[in-house]
């Protein structure tokens, strides 16, 4: 089972950036960034496909967020930019083999301990 450990997160004004950083024990085909705000359901973020190195965004955070990996550190980054206070969340790296990388969180096995982004107006 691989291990993903999450770190970064912070408090941020709007229009400021976070890089998130997940250090995973091993890669899966695929690996992305859910959140889950209060009171809502978990979405997924950005998901990246480990070996072509594909990319794929949620419509809402398109041009704003990346999605990125460092094979050699073994860490998988989100570097979120512009950002607004609907960003903010509890923020989850997940890994798992769902064959087009989708992001959907049940695809995903392992996931992390969540790390907390907050942006204030």
């Known amino acids: 089972q691989v291990q993903l450990v999450e770190s970064g997160g912070g408090s941020v004004q709007a229009g400021g950036s976070l890089r998130l950083s997940c250090v995973t024990s091993g890669y899966t085909r695929c690996m992305a960034w859910f959140r889950q705000a209060p009171g809502k359901e978990r979405e997924g973020v950005a998901a990246l496909h480990t070996r072509a190195g594909s990319t794929s965004y949620a419509d809402s955070v398109k041009g704003r967020f990346t999605i990125s990996q460092d094979n050699a550190k073994k860490t998988l980054y989100l570097q979120m930019n512009s950002l607004k206070p609907e960003d903010t969340a509890v923020y989850y790296c997940?890994?798992?083999?769902?064959?087009?990388?989708?992001?959907?969180?049940?695809?995903?096995?392992?996931w992390g301990q969540g790390t907390q982004v907050t942006v204030s107006s």
């Open positions: 997940a890994a798992g083999t769902p064959t087009t990388c989708t992001m959907v969180g049940n695809y995903y096995s392992a």
